[in-house]
Nanobody, 125 residues
Framework: QVRSVESGGGLVQAGGSLTLSCTAS???????????MGWYRQAPGNQRELVAL???????KYADAAKGRFTISRDNAKYTVYLRMTNLKPDDTAVYYC????????????????WGQGTQVTVSS
């Protein structure tokens, strides 16, 4: 599992854009490039859900709500994964988290024992 720090959230009007960053920390630096990384979100009263993931080969997968509006990317040299979010909607309001694992299956399931603090995204109507 990758330990990471999320940043880039904020308050934005509907239709606006944000780019979130997730930078790995700790002893995973030398193997970060081998990890599948995922962005997740949790809105109040809801379960945490997978928004997008990117594998070690650069393949991507998106939740239906994110398709066409969000783009996940990674920069292995910076140990960082990004989530570019455009055309934001009030329903996108949530705390956004990232996490990673050598197993894409684990990332897809979101079955992690630990999570970071996340970054708050609030979209006003």
């Amino acid at each position: 599992q990758v330990r990471s720090v999320e940043s880039g959230g904020g308050l934005v009007q509907a239709g606006g854009s944000l780019t979130l960053s997730c930078t790995a920390s700790g002893a995973v630096f030398n193997i970060f490039r081998l990890h599948t990384m995922g962005w997740y979100r949790q809105a109040p009263g809801n379960q945490r859900e997978l928004v997008a993931l990117i594998t070690n080969t650069g393949s991507t997968k998106y939740a239906d709500a994110a398709k066409g509006r969000f783009t996940i990317s990674r920069d292995n040299a910076k140990y960082t994964v990004y989530l570019r979010m455009t055309n934001l909607k009030p329903d996108d309001t949530a705390v956004y988290y990232c996490n990673g694992h050598l197993s894409p299956t684990v990332v897809e399931s979101g079955d992690f024992s630990a999570w970071g603090q996340g970054t708050q995204v609030t979209v006003s109507s």
